[in-house]
T-cell receptor
Framework: DTGVSQNPRHKITKRGQNVTFRCDPI?????LYWYRQTLGQGPEFLTYFQNEAQLEKSRLLSDRFSAERPKGSFSTLEIQRTEQGDSAMYLC????????????FGQGTRLTVV | GESVGLHLPTLSVQEGDNSIINCAYSNSASDYFIWYKQESGKGPQFIIDIRSNMDKRQGQRVTVLLNKTVKHLSLQIAATQPGDSAVYFC?????????????FGTGTSLTVIP
C-alpha cells in the first residue's frame, strides 16, 4: 500500500480552462475527502464521499466544481472555467469506514491559474 | 462553520528543548481531535489523535492534552529535533455525524534552531 496518491502533482492552466485532478485512496478505505489549502491557511473541506455516494459538499464548492467517485475507488475533482482565485493546493484524504479514525492525506495537487 | 484557531502562528525553539503548540476550538460537539504535521510541499501527516473521553494521550516524543472545559488542545513535543520543523495543525471532528469532516485551524509554524 503506497498511501493516498494524487495526480498530477502540479498543474498550470490558463484562466477559463477546465482542469481535472485524480485521487487514488488507500485501498479498502471507503471514505474519501477533498480539501483545498491556500498559502498560510489550514485545509478547507470541499466534499466527502462514502463509497460512491457524495454525502456532503461545502458552500466553498461552487457550481464550477464537480467531484465524482464512480466505482467507490478513485475520485476526480474537476474545475470548469478556472479563475485565478482557484489557485491553491488541492488535497485528497481517505479513511476507513469507522468513526473517529484519522484521515490519511495525499501529497496534493498544486494548481496555478494564470 | 466551526472555528479552530491557534494561539501562536510561529514558534522557535532550540534543538533539544520541549515544544508546546496550543489550539482552541469552538464546537463543544467535537469529539475527536487530531494533530497533523505538514512539511513544505507535502500533505498533512498524522501525528497523534485523542478522543473526547480522554484528557491526555502519549505517543513517541509527543503528548496531546485535551481540556474540554475551556475547549483547548495542546501538542507537546519532547526533545525537539530539526526534523520537527514544520507547520502543525489541529483538526476537530464530530465523528458521529455522517459528514465526518475535519475542521482545521490556521496552523503554527515550528522552527527548530540547531
Amino acid at each position: 500500500d503506497t498511501g493516498v496518491s494524487q495526480n498530477p502533482r502540479h498543474k498550470i492552466t490558463k484562466r477559463g480552462q477546465n482542469v481535472t485532478f485524480r485521487c487514488d485512496p488507500i485501498s479498502e478505505h471507503n471514505r474519501l475527502y477533498w480539501y483545498r489549502q491556500t498559502l498560510g491557511q489550514g485545509p478547507e473541506f470541499l466534499t466527502y464521499f462514502q463509497n460512491e455516494a457524495q454525502l456532503e459538499k461545502s458552500r466553498l464548492l461552487s457550481d464550477r466544481f464537480s467531484a465524482e467517485r464512480p466505482k467507490g475507488s478513485f475520485s476526480t475533482l474537476e474545475i470548469q472555467r478556472t479563475e485565478q482565485g482557484d489557485s491553491a493546493m488541492y488535497l485528497c484524504a481517505s479513511s476507513p469506514g469507522v468513526a473517529n479514525t484519522e484521515a490519511f492525506f495525499g501529497q496534493g495537487t498544486r494548481l496555478t491559474v494564470v | 462553520g466551526e472555528s479552530v484557531g491557534l494561539h501562536l502562528p510561529t514558534l522557535s525553539v532550540q534543538e533539544g528543548d520541549n515544544s508546546i503548540i496550543n489550539c482552541a476550538y469552538s464546537n463543544s460537539a467535537s469529539d475527536y481531535f487530531i494533530w497533523y504535521k505538514q512539511e513544505s510541499g507535502k500533505g498533512p501527516q498524522f501525528i497523534i489523535d485523542i478522543r473526547s473521553n480522554m484528557d491526555k494521550r502519549q505517543g513517541q516524543r509527543v503528548t496531546v492534552l485535551l481540556n474540554k472545559t475551556v475547549k483547548h488542545l495542546s501538542l507537546q513535543i519532547a526533545a525537539t529535533q530539526p526534523g520537527d520543523s514544520a507547520v502543525y495543525f489541529c483538526a476537530e471532528n464530530t465523528g458521529g455525524r455522517a459528514g465526518n469532516q475535519f475542521y482545521f485551524g490556521t496552523g503554527t509554524s515550528l522552527t527548530v534552531i540547531p
